[in-house]
């Protein structure tokens, strides 16, 4: 299935969990944001949330220096 | 108190903002401001919360400065290596803008310290340099009912957040604690012009939230601001309200 991760789609396997698809990119589940069709996702469901065919996710680095 | 002619040159290109005017200028003279940490994040806050004529800026910081601070903390110069924070910032403030009124504490805020230290102030710039830190503030800001600037940076990018309690989901909204084992600036740098951006987004909206441009959206998110100097994508990504959240008890409508 096709999603768009900060505008540029990409092909993933089906049903790939928030937190797999975090995994696979290399990303800290509990240091990055996610938010999927315009919500955050509450990092206790990135387990449980699976990735639909056209979604739009948007993943950001959170930061913690100043 | 009507302007002066000085004032009214110092301000003309405030003053002349649509929506602006003398009114908002005298709402940013009769402001209190607390700046907590004056590092990266803190200096461009607090340069543009000083020129723009905010009445009052409260300077927390417990550190002096030190070299490796210079290439983004730059309300710091040379001269003022070993030097608390505080002390350079207000002399570097009484420079650009002698009107402002500055208190300094050489202090690090805490659980004990914090509600006392921030009382007072209208308004909160969270500038420190850990998360824990950054909770604390946001959880204090929520008990004292303070709307608060978060940030943070690392390395090319950063992250922004402007909560009013009751009114815009707070940072535990986005994120619920703490995250473990992210890097510091001390393990993967920062390029100050990263900070310089976050900074001056907390500056703006405070400036917004003091003049009365800022409003609630009427859905009840707020935003979360992103900046990635590594792909140059600037984006604001939409944070709800937590059910769960400990900010929930605020909200006044569901
Ligand atoms: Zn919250």
């Known amino acids: ?66 | 108190m009507p302007l002066s002619d000085d004032q009214k040159l110092r301000y003309q290109r405030n003053i002349l903002i649509p929506g602006f005017g003398e009114e908002a200028q005298a709402k940013l003279a009769a402001a209190r401001v607390a700046i907590v940490g004056l590092g990266g994040l803190g200096s461009p806050a607090a340069f543009y919360l000083a020129a723009a004529g905010v009445g009052e800026l409260g300077l927390f910081d417990p550190d002096i400065v030190e070299l490796s601070n210079l290439q983004r903390q730059v309300l710091h110069a040379t001269p003022d290596l070993g030097r608390p924070k505080a002390v350079s910032a207000a002399e570097t403030i009484a420079r650009l803008n002698p009107e402002v009124r500055t208190t300094t504490a050489q202090l690090r805020l805490a659980e004990a310290n914090a509600r006392e230290a921030l009382d007072g102030y209208d308004v909160v710039v969270e500038a420190t340099d850990n998360f824990a830190a950054k909770f604390l503030l946001n959880d204090v800001c929520l008990d004292l009912g303070k709307p608060l600037a978060v940030a943070g940076i690392l390395s090319l990018s950063g992250q922004a957040q402007f909560i009013v309690p009751g009114a815009v989901p707070c940072l535990r909204c986005a994120v619920a604690d703490v995250p473990e084992g992210v890097p510091t600036t001390s393990e993967e740098g920062v390029l100050g012009a990263v900070p310089g951006i976050l900074g001056s987004i907390e500056a703006l909206e405070v400036i917004r939230w003091i003049v009365g441009l800022w409003r609630p959206r009427a859905d009840g998110t707020g935003a979360l601001h992103s900046v990635d100097g590594e792909t140059m994508r600037l984006n604001t990504l939409r944070v709800r309200r937590r059910p769960t959240c400990r900010c929930a008890r605020l909200w006044s409508t569901p």
């Open chain 1, 1 to 66: 299935m096709k999603v768009v991760i900060n505008s540029e789609e990409r092909d993933v396997q089906d049903g790939l969990t928030v937190q797999t698809l975090l995994e696979s990119l290399k990303l800290r589940p509990e240091a990055t944001v996610v938010e999927r069709n315009q919500a955050i996702v509450d990092r206790a469901d990135y387990p449980t949330t699976r990735l639909t065919d056209g979604d739009t996710l948007e993943l950001v680095r959170f930061v913690g220096g100043g």
